[in-house]
């Protein structure tokens, strides 16, 4: 095995995120963090030639699509389904 590579990316959507829309909200936009040693030591979204070590981690973060309606209007059964099929955290639908 090599000790080191090169590691090139260029991501869409990773200035503006999607919006929502009649209300819903801006998620969030695409981008590579690479891990070092259980760190994550930066993001990127477009980077050349970058030198990776033995066992660094190349995460690709994919962005969420923009909301349909005020979250705070949604029935409650529907957000406790989205929870249950693992659409959201209960964290995040507490914290909105």
């Known amino acids: 095995m090599c ?3 090169s590691f090139t990316t260029a991501v869409n959507r990773s200035k503006f995120p999607p919006w929502g829309v009649a ?3 801006n998620e969030t936009c695409n981008y590579m963090a690479i891990i070092r040693d259980g760190k994550e030591i ?3 979204a477009r980077i050349v030639n970058y030198k990776l070590r033995r066992n660094d981690i190349v995460s690709i973060k994919m962005g ?3 909301s349909w309606g005020n979250p705070l209007e949604r029935d409650p059964n529907l957000v406790l ?3 249950i099929n693992d659409y959201i955290t209960v964290d995040v639908a507490r914290d909105i």
């Open 3 to 5: 000790e080191e590579a």
């Open 81 to 83: 389904r989205d929870v």
């Open 42 to 44: 930066m993001r990127v």
């Open 23 to 25: 209300g819903g909200t």
């Open 64 to 66: 969420e699509g923009g």
